[in-house]
T-cell receptor, first 113, second 116 residues
Framework: NAGVTQTPKFRILKIGQSMTLQCAQDMNHNYMYWYRQDPGMGLKLIYYSVGAGITDKGEVPNGYNVSRSTTEDFPLRLELAAPSQTSVYFC????????????FGPGTRLLVL | AQSVTQLGSHVSVSEGALVLLRCNYSSSVPPYLFWYVQYPNQGLQLLLKYTSAATLVKGINGFEAEFKKSETSFHLTKPSAHMSDAAEYFCAVSSAGGTSYGKLTFGQGTILTVHP
């Protein structure tokens, strides 16, 4: 049981390039989330999904896109990378919402230059 | 809307001393409250959570937190700090209803330093 996995661990992008951050979970969780973490700011929700084919915006969705074709995978797409997207990105999943625990991946560190 | 404020971005204690990390929340509906810990270069791990059962919640590694509705607080404590407790701690709130239902809102984080 690997839990939540993320690839890559670290990436450097040039301004204007695009990339996809991969996230997968093997716990059969319905709910999946993408957060970004910036120093002193806590974590901010980018997008979330309540099941395959259903996604919705979080607090900071601009510049990102998501899709969810399977229960297991929830990739995050960055189009036209900007320096403001330099951050650490975390994927998480949970079985339900409300008081349910969210399980986090190890994170992807992204540097946009 | 919901929000979390963690008082003190850095807390420093001696090994064996009491650890107290402060968290205040705002929520228009009954909240669920969480404390997560993040060790360097790792993801977040749940320490404990309040889900409307007992107001005093015990978690892993000897940590506990008390939900105080009148003070809108959920402070994290540990009687005796250990060197391995050095990490960043996040308080988070989720709502049992309303437009924020199920969405976690995090505080800014508190970095705990433990010195010998």
């Amino acid at each position: 049981n690997a839990g939540v996995t993320q690839t890559p661990k670290f990436r450097i992008l040039k301004i204007g390039q695009s990339m996809t951050l991969q996230c997968a979970q093997d716990m059969n969780h319905n709910y999946m989330y993408w957060y970004r973490q910036d120093p002193g700011m806590g974590l901010k929700l980018i997008y979330y999904s309540v099941g395959a084919g259903i996604t919705d915006k979080g607090e900071v969705p601009n510049g990102y896109n998501v899709s969810r074709s399977t229960t297991e995978d929830f990739p995050l797409r960055l189009e036209l990378a900007a320096p403001s997207q330099t951050s650490v990105y975390f994927c998480a999943s949970s079985y339900m919402v409300g008081g349910e625990t969210q399980y986090f991946g190890p994170g992807t560190r992204l540097l946009v230059l | 809307a919901q929000s979390v404020t963690q008082l003190g971005s850095h807390v420093s204690v001696s090994e064996g001393a009491l650890v107290l990390l402060r968290c205040n929340y705002s929520s228009s509906v009954p909240p669920y409250l969480f404390w997560y810990v993040q060790y360097p270069n790792q993801g977040l791990q749940l320490l404990l959570k309040y889900t409307s059962a007992a107001t005093l919640v015990k978690g892993i590694n000897g940590f506990e937190a008390e939900f105080k509705k009148s003070e809108t607080s959920f402070h994290l404590t540990k009687p005796s700090a250990h060197m391995s407790d050095a990490a960043e701690y996040f308080c988070a709130v989720s709502s049992a209803g309303g437009t924020s239902y199920g969405k976690l809102t995090f505080g800014q984080g508190t970095i705990l330093t433990v010195h010998p």
